[in-house]
Protein backbone atom coordinates (compact mmCIF):
# COMPACT_ATOMS: atom_id res chain seq x y z
CA UNK A 1 0.00 0.00 0.00
CA UNK A 2 1.15 3.37 -0.61
CA UNK A 3 0.64 6.60 1.34
CA UNK A 4 0.97 9.42 -1.10
CA UNK A 5 2.03 13.17 -1.34
CA UNK A 6 -0.95 15.59 -1.69
CA UNK A 7 -1.50 17.07 -5.18
CA UNK A 8 -0.89 20.48 -3.95
CA UNK A 9 2.26 19.61 -2.67
CA UNK A 10 3.86 17.69 -6.20
CA UNK A 11 2.31 20.30 -8.49
CA UNK A 12 3.57 23.32 -6.55
CA UNK A 13 7.02 21.76 -6.84
CA UNK A 14 6.28 21.52 -10.54
CA UNK A 15 5.06 24.95 -11.09
CA UNK A 16 7.58 26.52 -8.91
CA UNK A 17 10.65 24.20 -10.61
CA UNK A 18 9.62 24.92 -13.90
CA UNK A 19 8.95 28.57 -13.19
CA UNK A 20 12.38 28.80 -12.39
CA UNK A 21 13.79 27.00 -14.84
CA UNK A 22 12.01 29.15 -17.36
CA UNK A 23 13.35 32.52 -15.91
CA UNK A 24 16.51 30.71 -15.46
CA UNK A 25 16.54 30.13 -18.96
CA UNK A 26 15.28 33.56 -20.31
CA UNK A 27 17.95 35.16 -18.44
CA UNK A 28 21.23 33.33 -19.89
CA UNK A 29 19.15 33.33 -23.47
CA UNK A 30 19.38 36.89 -22.78
CA UNK A 31 22.73 37.24 -21.87
CA UNK A 32 22.35 38.23 -18.15
CA UNK A 33 22.90 35.79 -16.32
CA UNK A 34 24.86 36.35 -12.90
CA UNK A 35 25.72 33.66 -10.30
CA UNK A 36 22.14 34.14 -8.75
CA UNK A 37 20.87 33.30 -12.35
CA UNK A 38 22.59 29.72 -12.02
CA UNK A 39 21.50 29.26 -8.73
CA UNK A 40 18.09 29.59 -9.76
CA UNK A 41 18.08 27.43 -12.99
CA UNK A 42 19.71 24.53 -10.36
CA UNK A 43 17.15 25.39 -7.79
CA UNK A 44 14.45 24.55 -10.66
CA UNK A 45 16.27 21.85 -11.73
CA UNK A 46 16.26 20.01 -8.04
CA UNK A 47 12.53 21.21 -7.73
CA UNK A 48 11.16 18.89 -11.26
CA UNK A 49 13.30 16.70 -10.26
CA UNK A 50 11.74 16.32 -7.09
CA UNK A 51 8.51 16.14 -8.54
CA UNK A 52 9.32 13.42 -10.44
CA UNK A 53 10.65 11.39 -7.54
CA UNK A 54 7.82 11.83 -5.06
CA UNK A 55 5.43 11.24 -7.77
CA UNK A 56 6.82 8.00 -8.54
CA UNK A 57 8.00 6.84 -4.90
CA UNK A 58 4.53 8.66 -3.38
CA UNK A 59 5.58 9.45 0.40
CA UNK A 60 5.24 6.26 2.74
CA UNK A 61 4.56 2.64 1.60
CA UNK A 62 3.73 -0.15 3.86
CA UNK A 63 4.73 -3.69 2.04
CA UNK A 64 4.71 -7.88 4.55
CA UNK A 65 4.45 -4.93 7.79
CA UNK A 66 7.52 -2.71 7.03
CA UNK A 67 6.82 0.81 6.86
CA UNK A 68 9.13 2.74 4.53
CA UNK A 69 9.58 6.55 4.26
CA UNK A 70 10.54 7.07 0.79
CA UNK A 71 13.45 9.70 0.34
CA UNK A 72 16.80 10.09 -0.36
CA UNK A 73 17.78 8.38 2.64
CA UNK A 74 15.20 5.54 2.96
CA UNK A 75 13.66 5.08 6.03
CA UNK A 76 11.63 1.87 7.56
CA UNK A 77 10.67 0.38 10.12
CA UNK A 78 8.94 -2.95 11.02
CA UNK A 79 4.93 -2.34 11.94
CA UNK A 80 5.17 -5.62 14.45
CA UNK A 81 8.23 -3.75 16.34
CA UNK A 82 6.86 -0.84 17.15
CA UNK A 83 6.44 0.03 21.12
CA UNK A 84 4.64 3.47 21.03
CA UNK A 85 2.80 5.83 18.96
CA UNK A 86 2.46 9.37 19.37
CA UNK A 87 0.44 12.17 18.18
CA UNK A 88 1.03 15.66 17.56
CA UNK A 89 -0.36 18.63 15.35
CA UNK A 90 0.59 17.48 12.29
CA UNK A 91 3.41 14.75 12.79
CA UNK A 92 3.09 11.04 13.62
CA UNK A 93 6.21 9.54 15.77
CA UNK A 94 6.69 5.94 15.74
CA UNK A 95 8.96 4.20 18.32
CA UNK A 96 10.62 0.94 18.47
CA UNK A 97 13.40 -0.07 21.10
CA UNK A 98 16.30 0.90 18.77
CA UNK A 99 14.74 3.33 16.33
CA UNK A 100 12.07 6.36 15.97
CA UNK A 101 10.38 7.17 12.63
CA UNK A 102 8.38 11.01 12.19
CA UNK A 103 5.76 11.44 9.86
CA UNK A 104 4.32 14.68 8.85
CA UNK A 105 1.19 14.09 8.39
CA UNK A 106 0.32 17.57 6.71
CA UNK A 107 2.09 16.36 3.00
CA UNK A 108 -0.26 13.31 2.79
CA UNK A 109 -3.25 13.02 0.85
CA UNK A 110 -6.50 12.95 2.73
CA UNK A 111 -7.58 9.15 1.39
CA UNK A 112 -4.16 8.17 2.26
CA UNK A 113 -3.87 9.71 5.56
CA UNK A 114 -7.36 7.57 6.38
CA UNK A 115 -5.31 4.21 5.59
CA UNK A 116 -1.82 5.16 7.32
CA UNK A 117 -4.29 5.80 10.58
CA UNK A 118 -6.26 2.92 9.82
CA UNK A 119 -2.93 0.75 9.72
CA UNK A 120 -1.79 2.50 12.76
CA UNK A 121 -4.94 2.22 14.95
CA UNK A 122 -4.70 -1.81 13.97
CA UNK A 123 -1.24 -1.81 15.99
CA UNK A 124 -1.31 -3.33 19.46
CA UNK A 125 0.23 -1.17 21.45
CA UNK A 126 -0.31 0.91 24.36
CA UNK A 127 -2.07 3.75 24.54
CA UNK A 128 -2.12 3.92 20.83
CA UNK A 129 -4.22 7.00 19.94
CA UNK A 130 -5.34 5.73 16.45
CA UNK A 131 -7.42 2.80 17.75
CA UNK A 132 -10.62 4.30 16.21
CA UNK A 133 -9.68 4.14 12.98
CA UNK A 134 -9.01 0.73 13.03
CA UNK A 135 -11.41 -0.79 10.08
CA UNK A 136 -9.34 -4.15 9.36
CA UNK A 137 -5.23 -5.29 9.84
CA UNK A 138 -3.07 -5.79 6.76
Known amino acids: MKIA ?3 RRLYSNLV ?3 LFVILGGLKIYEGTASYFTSFQLLLGILLVGTFFFEKKHQYLSIQKRLLTKNSLR ?3 IEL ?5 VQSFPGRI ?3 TSEEKLSINTEVIENDSLHKLLSTLGSLEVEQNPFVGYATKPI
Open 5 to 7: YSK
Open 16 to 18: LGG
Open 74 to 76: KKS
Open 80 to 84: DKIEQ
Open 93 to 95: KLF
